[in-house]
């Protein structure tokens, strides 16, 4: 498959205001600059061991004010069975993908709405739309459209000048796992991307390509006042490293997990960190190919508070600085 790995120049000096405004732009899901093939969410009877610490993902999308046509949540693949999916022993896995929008979505005034657990308050917000999926071969490697919305049924954040919609997908029974993709699109047949959109999750859980050479990236954003993260993933099964890459920074490794259980450990932000995105790195071991890996990542802030992860990177791709080597002068005569 063609691998993408696209580096976009960073711009020295940009302003948090339009790194908000004119940066919320991705529109697949995941997004192109990630090279992850797709979403993962597992039946709620299936085993952690595959790589799913909770059979449940929450998206959310940010649409612009200014936005007054209709627009359209497409997944692709939605159903369970067929090729792309993982099967284990029969197909008797159903989906429900929930899209909501109204109070109680924002993410910032709602914790809960967050979806890092499928507890509490997850579901907050006005049901627009949902669909269960089973084992439907008519949804093979095709998309299914949820819409029309317009923005002003979502949820504004005033921070951002946004409307906030989410989209859940739970796996509600079964065992096996659904692998699939989301573009936030102006039309129902088409993926034709909304200008100044974008969207974000608290806890990725995605598969990794069967390719040794190929790298996945996730792209937190450091806000304003953030000190330290704490890194949490899951089911890494020792796959090779994870490098997490900023524009000061050149490639610092992170424990790795195992099958089925947790690393964590603390990364401190430097200065020339905050207000750009960082890069985590999935490199996958070289000695031979592990094959289906499922993995599931999430940050917080020295606070508690979980970090974003952009589908198009705010800021743009970081790339590391090197600094010049100071020239030492010739001692004077």
């Known amino acids: 498959m063609k691998l993408f790995k696209i580096y976009k120049t960073v711009i020295a000096g940009i302003i948090f205001f339009l790194t908000y405004t004119s940066d919320l732009n991705g529109q697949p899901v995941p997004g192109q600059d990630e090279n992850i093939p797709f979403l993962v969410t597992f039946g709620k009877n299936g085993s ?72 509490g308050g997850y579901k907050n917000g006005t049901l627009l739309a949902s669909k269960i999926f089973g084992n439907d071969p008519q949804y093979d490697n095709k998309y299914y459209t949820f819409g029309p919305f317009i923005v002003t049924q979502g949820d504004l954040n005033e921070k951002w000048n946004k409307y906030m919609f989410k989209i859940i997908c739970d796996g509600i029974s079964g065992d096996d796992g659904n692998l699939y993709r989301y573009f936030i699109s102006r039309d129902p047949d088409k993926n034709i991307p909304i200008e100044g959109a974008n969207a974000f999750t608290y806890e990725y859980t995605f598969r990794m390509w069967n390719d040794i050479n190929s790298v996945s990236h996730i792209y937190p954003y450091i806000d304003t006042g953030i000190v330290y993260v704490q890194q ?35 990364i401190e932000i430097q200065p020339g960190e905050v207000g750009s995105s960082l890069d985590f790195q999935f490199h996958k071991k070289q ?47």
């Open 48 to 119: 952690t061991e595959w790589g799913d610490d909770d059979f449940s993902q929450t998206f959310f999308i940010a649409v612009p004010p200014d936005f007054k046509d209709k627009f359209y949540i497409r997944v692709f693949d939605p159903d369970t069975g067929g090729d792309l999916d993982e099967l284990k022993g029969v197909w008797n896995t159903r989906m429900l993908y929930s899209v909501y929008g109204g109070k109680g979505v924002d993410p910032e005034k709602n914790p809960e709405s967050r979806g890092i657990q499928p507890t």
């Open 232 to 266: 949490s993933n899951f089911d890494w099964d020792d796959d090779g490293e994870i490098l997490v890459v900023s524009r000061v920074r050149r490639g610092q490794t992170v424990p790795v997990s195992g099958q089925n259980n947790w690393a964590t450990s603390k």
């Open 287 to 333: 000695d031979f190919l592990i094959r289906n890996n499922n993995v599931v990542i999430s940050l917080e802030n020295q606070r508690g508070d979980n970090l974003k992860f952009f589908a198009a990177p705010i800021g743009g791709v970081p790339v590391y600085e090197a600094k010049p080597a100071a020239r030492k002068l010739p001692p004077k005569k």
